[in-house]
């Protein structure tokens, strides 16, 4: 019997289940107040994977508007679960709502330090910058981004990933200059 997935926008156990997984996955996907999450929910900005009649991941995002890039605040897929694909659907579903709604792309901000941003270079997007954020933890973050649109010029800039790049992460978060190299690449 095949494994039955199907994404729900209004799931009643949405919010509850949200932050449970979110607590489960701090260290992947931090920390947001249940009212932000909530309120995100009561806009259309939280959807629920189903897997089999239960909850498996959820993704959250500010609701897609026209011409304008829709913010992805988070998606998490039980550990267990990883790499069969419930991720990339949910990601899938909301690269679906923001092309319904004309926004121009879609851009999401990841710890340097965590295996997601191999998937999200799996799914087509690229790193255009780093950040420091995080109010707790102040690590460095890698914003990636899809464009829906054709542009010009995209802004490449090599990801932070994993630990042989601690060095580099420590001069930055000391120095907070760039240490990366930027290059732009011909959009086609």
């Excluded at 729900?8 to 979110?22: D, F, I």
């Excluded at 508007?65 to 659907?89: E, F, H, M, S």
Aim: net charge positive; aromatic share 12%; glycine share 8%.
């Amino acid at each position: 019997m095949a494994d039955e997935f199907f994404i729900e926008p209004r799931h009643n156990e949405a919010v509850k289940y949200c932050l449970s997984l979110m607590a489960k996955n701090y260290e992947e996907v931090g920390f947001i107040p249940k009212a932000g999450v909530e309120r995100l929910a009561d806009n259309n900005g939280l959807a629920v994977g189903i897997l089999n009649g239960e909850p498996c991941g959820y993704i959250l995002y500010q609701p897609p508007r026209a011409n304008a890039d829709v913010k992805l605040i988070q998606v998490a897929i039980p550990t267990d679960l990883r790499l069969q694909k419930y991720g990339a659907n949910l990601v899938a579903y909301l690269e679906n709502q923001a092309t319904k709604h004309n926004a121009s792309g879609i851009y999401l901000k990841v710890a340097w330090d965590i295996d997601a941003n191999t998937f999200w270079q799996q799914l087509g997007y690229y790193c255009s910058g780093n950040v420091m954020g995080g109010i707790v933890r102040s690590r460095k973050l890698n914003i990636y981004r899809k464009d829906f649109h054709p542009t010009l010029f995209k802004v490449v800039e090599k990801p932070l990933i994993g630990i042989s790049n601690r060095t580099q992460y420590s001069k930055f978060k000391h120095t907070k200059n760039p240490v990366y190299e930027f290059g732009w690449r011909m959009a086609i």
